[in-house]
């Protein structure tokens, strides 16, 4: 059974930084690709940034771009997501989720594994 495992969560003042990284469990993990979401109370869960697990392509939701790098080490079944310039808008619960096949990228409905979240707050 793989599970996704999120950390690195917590407060930071705007303008600051935070790595955030989801650990895989399990000896089959061998997605296609993975992806951070965020979601916020009352909101749908959004899309953030994409990899292919295979030294694939990255995309990102253009609020990030140039902000964020979504990273992989598939040697330690790891995912990273570092988040710079942060803004109070980034404040959100941001999950992990992996996929097996090959559908939309930018649609929870496209992830058949997710992590369980971790917290990220951004003060002004």
């Known amino acids: 059974q793989v599970q996704l495992v999120e950390s690195g969560g917590g407060m930071v003042q705007a303008g600051g930084s935070l790595r955030l990284s989801c650990a895989a469990s399990?000896?089959?993990?061998?997605?296609?690709?993975m992806a951070w979401f965020r979601q916020t109370p009352g909101k749908e869960r959004d899309f953030v940034a994409y990899?292919?697990?295979?030294?694939?392509?990255?995309y990102y939701t253009d609020s990030v771009k140039g902000r964020f790098t979504i990273s992989r080490d598939s040697a330690k079944n790891m995912l990273y997501l570092q988040t710079n310039s942060l803004k109070p808008e980034d404040t959100a619960i941001y999950y992990c989720?992996?996929?097996?096949?090959?559908?939309?990228?930018?649609?929870?409905?496209?992830?058949?594994?997710w992590g369980q979240g971790t917290r990220l707050t951004v003060s002004s």
């Open positions: 399990g000896r089959t993990f061998r997605p296609v690709a």
């Open positions: 989720a992996a996929k097996s096949g090959f559908s939309a990228y930018d649609t929870p409905s496209g992830y058949n594994l």
């Open positions: 990899i292919g697990w295979s030294g694939g392509p990255t």
